[in-house]
């Protein structure tokens, strides 16, 4: 649901070439950063699969 949440602000980081990063994104990467210790995709990639996936 968190990455779900995060979608429109995912599209708004990308369309912004990672100028604009909202609230549920910002969130959505600090739980990612959390949850993986060694982060296997970049901020980037992650919107991306947000944006994608949900």
């Known amino acids: 649901?968190?990455?779900k949440l995060a979608k429109a602000n995912a599209l708004?980081?990308?369309g912004s070439d990672g100028?604009?990063?909202g609230?549920?994104?910002?969130?959505?990467?600090?739980h990612y950063h959390a949850t993986y210790i060694s982060p296997l995709v970049t901020?980037?990639?992650?919107a991306l699969?947000?944006?994608?996936?949900?």
């Open 49 to 54: 699969t947000i944006a994608n996936g949900f």
């Open 19 to 21: 100028g604009t990063r």
């Open 23 to 30: 609230a549920q994104f910002e969130q959505a990467v600090r």
């Open 12 to 14: 708004a980081f990308i």
């Open 1 to 3: 649901m968190l990455f």
């Open 43 to 46: 901020d980037e990639q992650l």
